[in-house]
């Protein structure tokens, strides 16, 4: 642990002493896509912007549980296939329920 400290204290000292320095002012400027900032970079986001994204995390992750079922797929039972129905229907549920509620709503 100490080695890798030490190590990663000196390549950083090293960058800092051997790196150049010469900002000017379109290199230290903020840009969003090549355009000059449009707002403040601190400005309130919709929560409903957190929400869709959270949803997105969930069901990505829950997908991706698919990939290592679909591999082994050959190898086993129709007990799995009865559970991966399941999990495929909790999903539909689930998706249904937002979409209801307006979560996936953007106005």
Partial sequence: MVVAAGLGL???TIGLLVAPRNPAAEKLA???CGFEAFEDARMKFDVRYYLLAILFIIFDLEIAFLFPWAVVFDRIGLIALIEMALFIGLLV????????KGALEWE
């Fill in 30 to 32: 903020p840009y969003e």
């Fill in 10 to 12: 000196a390549l950083l």
């Fill in 93 to 100: 549920v689930g998706f249904i329920y937002i979409w209801k």
